[in-house]
């Protein structure tokens, strides 16, 4: 994937990140003047499409040449790129305006009902169209090769992460992929340690710093496991022990909906690796997909002809 220039660091932000993903992904690594202007910017991103550099200036109370290097470290050329960054972000948004809510703005009980309802589809468009603005495609296909020829899979995810990692596991065993999902620390880095180079340890972490995801995904990367890590931050912990980085949308600023958006980026990004995954032997796929069909049927069957009150024994 095509990264930013040297200035925007070790986690270079994608090209395809439009001007609010941008600003959110590289929010917390930035001094705090250009933490400010970067919040002003979240505040207020209609603005530069209307302000000339020095008017967004005065308004935001930093100097004309802050803006131009703020610009180039969030990965434009210059102001003017930045303008026409936040003009496509603005454009995007009132083509959703019938469904979406204003940006940045927190639930309150005192919004109507229907204010209530545009706010939550607000923060999951947001976030799903940001997770699919930074598909790297060749990735995520590395990925799922590296899963449908595997003899084992680990996935490993705890807190609001582990159910992701457990609905993963569910498809991925539809599919014939011999998966298991750890959450549990001593569990998961004892499976690690029995993993050779046929098998893939996954690690599901927004924030890539999950102190228990990182040592379980480190201990597969050590038993010579190929690794895999699902996280919103390239430069987090997380992604030194993995040989391929799927990256998910930041966390957004909705405060009380951002945990709930951020689950939803990651299940997108579980999802595609599976059907990428299921292609990859569409016959083996679809042979295990019917096995699994059949006997859930079988089971239904059972069930049904149980004697009402019989014991299940």
């Not at 970067?38 to 005065?58: D, G």
């Not at 997909?289 to 049927?297: G, K, L, M, T």
Request: aromatic share 6%; proline share 4%.
């Amino acid at each position: 994937m095509t990264e930013t220039n040297d200035e925007a660091g070790s986690g270079g932000i994608p090209t395809e990140f439009g001007l609010r993903t941008r600003l959110q992904a590289i929010q917390p690594r930035l001094t705090r003047s250009m933490a400010r202007l970067a919040a002003f910017l979240l505040e207020n991103p209609e603005l530069p499409v209307t302000l000339s550099i020095a008017e967004l200036a005065e308004r935001s109370g930093v100097s004309a040449p802050t803006i131009t290097r703020f610009s180039k470290l969030i990965g434009y050329g210059g102001y003017v790129q930045l303008r026409v960054g936040a003009a496509a972000d603005l454009g995007r948004s009132v083509a959703q305006d019938g469904l979406a809510g204003i940006p940045g703005v927190m639930v309150n009980q005192g919004m109507s009902d229907q204010e209530l309802l545009k706010t939550f589809v607000a923060t999951h468009i947001q976030a799903l169209q940001a997770s699919a603005d930074l598909v790297d495609l060749p990735s995520f296909r590395q990925a799922a090769r590296m899963i449908a020829e595997s003899d084992h899979v680990d996935v490993y995810g705890v807190g609001g992460s582990s159910s992701i990692a457990g609905g993963l596991v569910d498809r991925l065993y539809q599919i014939g992929v011999n998966a298991r999902a750890w959450s549990d620390l001593q569990m998961g880095i004892m499976s690690a340690a029995c993993l050779g180079e046929a098998s893939v340890g996954i690690g599901i972490s927004s924030s890539g710093a999950t102190a228990e995801t990182v040592e379980m995904l480190t201990g597969a990367h050590a038993a010579g496991a190929r690794t895999v890590a699902i996280t919103s931050d390239p430069a987090s912990p997380i992604t030194k022990v993995a040989d391929v980085v799927i990256r998910t949308a930041p966390p957004d600023d909705y405060f009380e909906l951002g945990a709930m958006a951020s689950s939803h980026t990651q299940v997108f990004a579980a999802d595609l690796l599976y059907v990428l995954a299921s292609w990859h032997d569409r016959d083996r796929s679809a042979w295990f997909a019917q096995r699994a069909r059949e006997s859930v049927r079988r089971h239904r069957g059972v069930e049904q002809l149980r004697p009402s009150g019989a014991s299940r024994r």
